[in-house]
């Protein structure tokens, strides 16, 4: 299975490498953002969905089968759960889900809160080839629109996307138009240019 088709069955979107005002601000579920300092409604199934993610890219990376598992345990203990727990830490009470260590649970709460998960999200971007990790310090370019780039067109540095987009190779993806090609053909001219420029400098 590639990158791609797993990132597919995953609704969690992983935060963006790049400046820290990426950073600074990680991404919700979809259809949880923010409003008027509400916080976000998450699901027992979204939860488990992120659990099971995390047991599949830790299996992946060849982790602690006993780790693996613990995952999938709690993934099925949500599942199982007769409420939501948004409700249930609402009150301020633990989860009734057998075999959850502290870290886990601190997890859990987090991606309720917040609707994201930092160790989600820094565990997904580890596992990106090197070359979509690349693409991600461009700006407008995200762990999936790097992975669809790189598996769909063979993009994996600024000039390759520089090149596909004066083309028009890009806007013929499907989600992708003329205007987000624009975006991204103007992210990869800066960075190009940032280059040429370092360049010329060290040559001086």
Request: no cysteine; aromatic share 4%; glycine share 6%.
């Amino acid at each position: 299975m590639s990158i791609m088709q797993f990132t597919q069955t995953i609704h969690i979107i992983p935060s963006v490498v790049g400046s820290r005002s990426k950073l600074a601000k990680q991404p919700t579920l979809p259809g949880l953002e923010l409003e008027a300092e509400k916080a976000p409604v998450v699901t027992n199934r979204q939860i488990a969905e992120v659990l099971s993610s995390i047991a599949s890219l830790l299996e992946n990376q060849n982790s602690n089968p006993y780790r693996i598992q613990a995952y999938r345990n709690a993934a099925r203990g949500v599942l199982e759960l007769t409420e939501q727990a948004a409700e249930t830490l609402a009150r301020g009470e633990e989860l009734p889900v057998p075999g959850l260590g502290r870290r886990l649970r601190a997890r859990i709460k987090e991606l309720v809160q917040t609707g994201t998960m930092t160790f989600y999200n820094d565990l997904f971007i580890q596992s990106l080839p090197p070359a979509a990790r690349k693409l991600m310090a461009l700006d407008h370019v995200g762990p999936h629109t790097a992975i669809r780039l790189y598996e769909e067109l063979n993009i994996d540095t600024p000039e390759k996307l520089w090149w596909a987009a004066q083309n028009q190779h890009i806007r013929g993806l499907s989600g992708f138009g003329k205007r987000s090609e624009a975006r991204l053909q103007e992210a990869a001219a800066r960075v190009r240019k940032s280059s040429s420029t370092v360049s010329l400098d060290g040559a001086a």
